[in-house]
């Protein structure tokens, strides 16, 4: 793990290429130092300059007497790269490099970029940016940027990989009313990356959730490893946008045009238990969330309201998001029925009538989260003529504080009205809305949370499944020496039996007396196929025949193969036919994989055969996570398919442990050999006893 | 059409039940018509003063010495119906019954409100409520409710089932800055619904957008007619919550199975132009979009913007919702290219950079909107040191202005920094969001209208289908003198084919040799079932025969199955044997028909055959709407069944317009014979010639 506390708790900041002209960058840097209360040492550089904002300035980094912790270089791009290696001779440990023009303007900055790198290796030195706003932490305080507003104390650690997207948030949070532990303009990203800073931050004692801004994802093994840790202490919440390149670059199989194109983050993420945000909005009202609440047991919403339309509306958005409106324990109901008016709805929704003032809501609020069947409470209030929001607010706050375990939100449909208590929840650290959506929205974060943290204590110990990797790394070796990339069905069957997948016997043959052995070897019946991998579409040249029953037609169907092949596509040479065993039918399933840019081999299970890329029954998981039989069996039970093994209608159910077995097998072979880019196995017939890989596409690079 | 205009501009209004004691609902609503400015005589009526208000009061609403328009009740529950009788002998218009305790309190309050209703109806009142907040119309002006807020005036009709909903609102939308023409509390909707106002609002000029937040809709099919018309004039926006019935009720078949909860409200508010909004936020958003906004001419979108990040963020807000992103013209390009800085992004989104100051946002947001391939416009501003928002915010104001035609909206994101800017274009009517997610809502929100307000232009004829309704009428006589809910297969087979589907030859046979000869005439292979409604599952009990190929198959499995029925159910008495020509296999579709309690029976299409419920590839309509082969094709290119018609992978297309045909017959039959409660045809099989209709099961009541 990188030392980042330079970043942060700087004992001495040089600002290379500091300025006394107000408005410019360089002279803003100088001065958000100082207001920030700083209380380090602070070395201006500027040979042009005796003195700045009060501050003694130097010629250069290497004439300031003491050592420098920090050094933030504002200097034009050019001078950039000289600077550097000056700070790397003085023993600077980190630079935040705020000039722009370099990876972002092209070929020639990306030039001097890698040079910037260089220097920072050589001298063993970590670099922010270049081209960002800087970094700032409330704590130390320290904001070593050109904000022009700074940010307010607080526990959000807010990594963005947009300066303009961080400019405006931190705006924004002023009238918002948010606060910061850290904050971090990622720039290029060309030294350090989110990674090193979610790493830092999810052991910084003064961050309680670290927000991200992201707009791509370099080192997605690494990602993985460290906010998959990193998300066991802290919560993550990131908002990705952009589009990955996943389904773009491998549409040529199955596999790959299934796999939409930001299939691999939400994988990914969920993998590594990150939140996913959709909007802008959401990643703040998640941050709210995460700062302010407890994590609930469980998926059980508890509703309190004055009011049933809303009631309905926020019982919608429960049911939508997938999580459970809370029956209450009958004790509750009983004392329901007995205390509350009997106009009132004493299920949940909790509907305690538009007459309710405080007394009323208190009650049935501490009731509610007395309920050992209850794991979190929204309180609905809309204004009525006896409605006390003020006393109503604080009596929310004590029922809080006597429930610490289970979260309380608020939604507060109202303006003027309703100001006051709505503030009164605000700064006693209950999250109100104006309308439940957000609310229920955000408890819905704080569960799939809550499932994260259940799943990384709950793992298992991993498989050890055995595999032949000689053979498979003979074959790849046999194929790429003729200069092929696309394996034989024979081939590919092969590969797939090293690892231990049951496949249908198929032989290449390369003459009818071949092929005819081969065929009374494995018994009948047999299909014929011409084995080629120049001959995409093998149907309309002839090249395949199938319901062979007899040596005699074995013979025959050899022959026409090949005279209809030759006839159609005179100059092409083939490898000779394959014989492949007709296997009896079972339920036709596909297991695939598609290469991601970011995160590697992504795994597809789901409904095979011809139809797949219409019925897109897939659902997919990263190869690396499929060694726990958990994730396997959570991805098989996304699918149709899994519904047809169980035994669908009255069908006897299918070999679910087989099925099982070849999904990891199949991933295990892919994470062993980076150099399969694309595999498809369509179809896997899965039988009341076993499974059988038929046809089998592998292509290696 | 009802008269409603004694609500919105009564000469004269009585308060009956009014009271001097301030706090209570019945002087609140004094003071409320007071203080609104109304214009027409107010008349307080209560027996026990002289006085309230400073206006005469009297003793009951006979004693009142004018004529008067609307009375407003607020008398208790069990004096309503007494008050009511009164208003109708003194003439009274219109009613507006804030009073609860009917309909909502159980039995009791229900029949208190049927005589309630009886007497409109027998003087010819119209009656708001009762259990409701009252009426305002901001440009009377009057506002005869208990509100604590009055509405500010706007073009915003607003129509709330709830309440607690309504207050709610009006309190928000002071800090909002929302304005109203019209705010109706519906109540207990005894006389008038929402369909009686959105009528309303429709032809009222002081209205430009319908806004409704309702829980259920009664007369389903009237609302259609009327909110299709209103929805020709005025887009109208709804908030539906809670859950139809229509799942639950009819979940016995495949189709309603496949029908979710809350489908007939989406299909029926698509069919007739209603813009749902999914939450609180986005109706209010969609509400100012609509007010402000001129309606597009497409869905292209383009974005102008001062930084990269939120550039990204939009336009996957634009992809994922559907629209598109526009690709402008060369000459705007051409332009770009020459005057705009080099590292600027010249494509859309359009990046001006963060140095941007007005003269280049001006420039670029011109150009786009001169640009013919664009619809509408986002521009998109964040804090940077330059950045100069009230200047920008002015010229964008500008741009509009000269650009009438084209929706602009903005997204700045930020806080104090870029308020007065904000608020420049606010108070200018454009609308802007802290974050561009909203904004392509309200775009996309304007060009869901848009494509409705083009279906509407371009409706074709309706087809004639000629259909022998005489033996449907017949076959369902014989089968309800026989007090049976299920026809038989051969029955529902005769029932189809009466309305022009065509079927596959059935016919029922009580002897063996019936059956040989009833085989021999439709040709073999044929298949043999037991006939009888009561045996759900006849392959269990043997009742079935596949694949019979000969007059002695016949005979044998005639006997096989007779036996074997008697043996598994002896008490079960059989109508005989169907014997059914087997037909050639064929792309399996399902066409049925599923009824929703407020619309009616809804259509559905779809991949058939035994996995139909696990596939879920099923696309609704109303049954009413299918006589338009333009909806038909719509509803079929929805589905992946679709997919495989059109020739899916190089096999050859089926005959579509034999399957538009049968949907459209379907539609047809279910329309005429409102007894059938729910039809399943599945499979329906799709040749390159034709269709045959094999498996159809009908229930009627």
Known sequence: ????????????????GASKTPGKISNAIMRNIISSGYQGAIYP???RESEIEGLACYPSVGAIPDSVDMAVMVVPASKVVAAARECGEKGVKT????????????????????????????????????????????????NASFTAAAPVKGEIAFLSQ?????????????????????????????????????????NDPYTKVILCYLEDIVDGARFLKVAGEAAKKKPIIVLKSGVSQAGAQAASSHTGALAGSDLAYDTAFEQCGIIRATTMTELFDLAIAFTKSPIPAGDRVAIVTNSGGPGIIATDNVEDMGLKMARFDKSTLDEFRTNLPKEANIYNPVDVLGDARTDRYQYALNKVLDDPNVDSVLVLMCPTAVTEPVETSRSIVEARDAHPDKPVFAAYMGGPLLAEGAGILAENGIPCFTFPEPAILCINGLNKYKRYLDTVDSKQARDQLEVDQKTVKAIFYDVTRERRLNLLSSEASAVAEAYGIPVAPIVLTTT??????????????????????KILHKSDV????VGINSPEEVQKAYLMIMESVHRYLPKVVVHGIEVQKMMPKGTELIIGMTKDVQFGPLVAFGLGGIHVNLLKDVSFRLASSLNDEKVVGAMLSETKAYTLLKGYRGEAPRDMAAVVDVVKRAARLVTDFPEITEMDINPVFAYENGVSALDIKITIS
């Open 162 to 202: 947009s300066g303009a997207i961080l400019l405006a948030i931190l705006d924004w949070s002023a009238t918002a009313g948010l606060g910061y532990s850290k904050v971090v303009s990622l720039g290029n990203k060309a030294n350090l990356s989110e990674i090193d800073f979610i790493e830092e931050a999810a």
């Open 542 to 545: 002839g090249g395949v025949k």
């Open 95 to 142: 630079l935040t490099v705020i000039t722009a023009g370099f990876k972002e303007i092209g070929k020639e900055g990306l030039e001097l970029e890698k040079k910037l790198t260089e220097i920072c290796e050589e001298f063993n030195m970590r670099m922010l940016g270049p081209n960002c706003v800087g970094v700032m932490d409330t704590h130390t305080p320290i």
């Open 512 to 533: 009818a007396d071949e092929a005819v052995a081969a065929a009374n070897e494995m018994g009948y019946p047999v299909v014929l196929k011409v084995a080629s991998p």
């Open 1 to 16: 793990m990188a030392d980042l506390t330079s970043f942060f708790r700087p004992n001495s900041v040089a600002v290379v």
């Open 45 to 47: 550089v500027n040979p």
